[in-house]
């Protein structure tokens, strides 16, 4: 399966083409690019001699409530850590007629990796918000074969995602786009706030440069899609001097093995405090 034959070109800023860190040690590499149904489609690498990064995603255009494709790869010596799914624009867990349109046919291929890779720990109530019930959250020690199966996932997984946007159909309601942008909208102000590369990124080349990229590459689009704050969509990590709070939960409550069954039905019940 090929993606759409439309040319695609450059999107962003050429500043955002390359970068090295403070310590001259890790350099950090920027593609982007537009096409028919897709607003961006973006690349992050970093590459030092103790470490890989990869952040990789697609966003649609609003006229598609599309999910996200979201590959996110750490990898060190010894240490791999995963985040692979295509993440949902609107909620599957209350919202079952978007998870049956786009995940009931996914369920095999979900079920196929997550007993490859194994649910990688704790994660939060919050962040599984905006995760589907086919993602891969795994950590795992280097071995080739592990690379393999990767690899493999990440193949299939970005394979399933264009052959659901080459069946997407346009929506030409106004109402129904404007809750595909601002969902997009909550999406990127929630990853530009919480995102958890953002600490790399703050020791690679100072807090400023980090929080640009987050803002205006990672998860572009903050500022056209919609003007509401992180507050606004999160009030509930509001301090009481009306900062942010920067803890990753507020909640307290995260799900220390896989919180979907074997046919994509969420198990309230998993969670630990």
Not at 93 to 110: F, V
Not at 173 to 189: D, F, G, P, V, W
Request: proline fraction near 5%; aromatic fraction near 14%.
């Amino acid at each position: 399966m090929k993606p759409n034959a439309t040319p695609i070109w450059h999107l962003l800023p050429c500043r955002y083409n390359s970068r090295i860190s403070m310590d001259g040690k890790s350099e950090i590499e920027m593609l982007s690019f537009e096409a028919t149904k897709v607003r961006l489609l973006r690349s992050l690498c970093i590459e030092s001699q103790t470490m890989q990064v990869l952040d990789f995603a697609v966003f649609p255009e609003p006229e598609f409530d599309m999910p996200i494709f979201c590959a996110n790869f750490f990898s060190s010596a010894n240490t791999n850590i995963v985040v692979l799914d295509l993440n949902p624009l609107h909620d599957v867990i209350s919202q079952r007629d978007y998870k049956e349109k786009y995940y009931k046919g996914l369920i095999p291929l979900g079920l196929k990796y997550a007993e490859l890779l194994p649910w990688g720990g704790k994660l939060t109530s919050e962040s599984l918000k905006f995760f589907s019930p086919i993602v891969i959250w795994t950590r795992f020690t280097s071995s080739s074969y592990k690379y393999d199966v990767l690899y493999s996932a990440f193949m299939d997984y970005y394979k399933a995602w264009l052959e659901l946007m080459d069946q997407a159909v346009v929506e030409t309601n106004a109402s129904k786009i404007m809750c595909n942008r601002e969902a997009q909208h909550r999406y990127l102000t929630w990853r530009a706030e919480k995102d958890p590369g953002h600490g790399l990124l703050k020791k690679l080349i100072g807090e400023t440069q980090a929080k640009d990229l987050l803002v205006n590459f990672l998860f572009n689009g903050i500022d056209e899609l919609g003007s509401k704050s992180f507050l606004d969509y999160f009030p509930e990590y509001c301090c009481e001097d009306g900062t942010i709070n920067q803890s990753r939960s507020i909640i307290g409550k995260s799900f220390e093995s896989r919180p979907w069954d074997g046919k994509g039905e969420f198990i309230s019940n998993s969670f630990e405090n």
